[in-house]
């Protein structure tokens, strides 16, 4: 019989036994899954962001470049990123997955936390500007 079929036959049997498999020998595979990734991070991080994102290094490389290396919000340098030392975020449409542009770790997650929605930025910026004295 050939894997596949022993495998949806005995799904439940497969993954219990890989359960155990990986309870027994979860440092070593850890271990072997951190050498792998540090070897090959450069490509893996590739993979991601062409899948993700559907553009090249090249272009990624063109981002970077057309914003100095920068926070499109803040202008923070990509060095100087406290969040992701030495790499900007790819901010990002999520309905389309369209790029906006590279932001460092504090305004990516400032403007997701406040759900990509102009208004409320817009009356956060308000709020800020009053000290908290506005209707």
């Not at 202008?75 to 790029?99: F, M, P």
């Amino acid at each position: 019989m050939p894997s596949r079929e022993y495998y949806l036959k005995n799904k439940d049997k497969y993954k219990e036994n890989s359960k155990k498999y990986y309870a027994k020998n979860k440092d070593k595979i850890k271990k072997n899954h951190k050498v792998n990734y540090l070897k090959n991070k450069d490509r893996i991080n590739e993979v991601r962001i062409k899948n993700k994102y559907d553009i090249t290094p090249q272009q990624l490389d063109n981002l970077y470049a057309e914003q100095n290396d920068s926070c499109k919000i803040c202008n923070t340098h990509k060095d100087e990123n406290i969040t992701h030392k030495g790499v900007l975020c790819i901010d990002h449409s999520h309905d389309n997955y369209e790029i906006r542009g590279l932001l460092c770790g504090k305004c990516n997650t400032a403007i997701g936390l406040l759900n990509d929605d102009p208004e409320i930025l817009t009356k956060a910026v308000e709020y800020l500007k009053t000290k908290g004295k506005f209707n």
